[in-house]
């Protein structure tokens, strides 16, 4: 079992993801229980502080959130905030990915 800081490094991996799952569901709710899942990961030490790359996927995820609200009744008009999501999802586990390659590498 690989541990950071004592913490099995699972952990921290699965709690942000379910929250990225459900980001669809909860909306913005959603949302920021997955950015503040990393922080609060960073904050009580169990992840390692490049997690917090995670962060920089924000500005697509506020797009995404925007232009939901704007079309909400319009299934062609959200399609943007779709692929928008799917972008968030893409990137915030790429910026983890990277962050623990990084968190390896030093």
Known sequence: MI?????????????TVIALVLWP???AAGALGAYATMLLAV???????????????IPVGYSAFRILNENYMDKFKMIPANLATIKVHALTLSY??????????V
């Open 3 to 15: 541990k950071m800081w004592g913490r099995p490094l699972v952990t921290v991996v699965s709690i």
């Open 25 to 27: 569901v909860a909306g």
């Open 43 to 57: 904050s009580f030490r169990l992840a390692s502080f490049n997690v917090l790359l995670g962060l920089l996927s």
């Open 96 to 105: 983890l990915i990277i962050g623990y390659l990084a968190e390896g590498l």
